[in-house]
């Protein structure tokens, strides 16, 4: 059973790039079928899709957020990333990573962490 | 964008009661791509429900989902102790989005 687990700061100044990992075990990155995402959410308020890469590097984002955000796979140690660029106080949450195998929806979560955008 | 409205924003209800739980989309969600989620604080969400009515491995048959098109609906059988929780619809039949959430409380 794939499991995932998110890190990266806890605090990120404003204007600067927020940075995530999520380092998956329990299956390999690279094998296919698997659509690698990120989801958000805001403190006491609902969940966000942000984006997802899949194993062939394709990429699918919120076009609210498609400005700033790239999400990419290092296969070498099994994690993707997110990159969100200039951030604000409203992109202050909870940062989910998250999979599906083959179609929607996703069925497996890593447990959060939180990222607040403050100087 | 389809937009995703949920309805009651709390539903307050006692151990063993019916737990109706309304989502409604901005137009027609394709092919059914609708799914329910269960969130506890502190945790990430659980998938219950996919394709408006097919249960997620390791779900008890109390929780069941229904309908099509703009009009969707979870329902919990009998409400057990550890079913208070948050709970939110996602469609998925064009990009992806969430609905704002149904807090079921203890009455």
């Known amino acids: 059973q794939v499991q995932l687990q998110e890190s990266g700061p806890g605090l990120v100044k404003p204007s600067q790039t927020l940075s995530l990992t999520c380092t998956v075990s329990g299956g390999s990155i690279s094998s296919g079928g698997y659509y690698w995402s990120w989801i958000r959410q805001h403190p006491g308020k609902g969940l966000e899709w942000i984006g997802y890469?899949?194993?062939?590097?394709?990429?699918y984002y919120n076009p609210s957020l498609k400005s700033r955000v790239t999400i990419s796979v290092d296969t070498s140690k099994n994690q993707f990333s997110l990159k969100l660029s200039s951030v604000t106080a409203a992109d202050t949450a909870v940062y989910y990573c998250a999979t599906y195998y083959d179609f929607p929806p996703v069925d497996y979560w890593g447990q959060g962490t939180l990222v607040t955008v403050s100087s | 964008e389809i937009v995703l409205t949920q309805s009651p924003g709390t539903l307050s209800l006692s151990p063993g009661e019916r737990a109706t739980l309304s989502c409604r989309a901005s137009?027609?969600?394709?092919?059914?791509?609708l799914a329910w989620y269960q969130q506890k604080p502190g945790q990430a969400p659980r998938l219950l429900i996919y394709g408006a009515s097919s249960r997620a491995t390791g779900i008890p048959d109390r929780f069941s989902g229904s309908g099509s098109g703009t009009d969707f609906t979870l329902t919990i059988s009998r409400l057990e102790p550890e079913d208070f929780a948050v709970y939110y619809c996602q469609q998925y039949g064009s990009l992806f989005t969430f609905g704002p959430g149904t807090k079921v409380d203890i009455k």
């Open positions: 890469i899949y194993y062939s590097g394709s990429t």
């Open positions: 137009q027609s969600v394709s092919s059914s791509y």
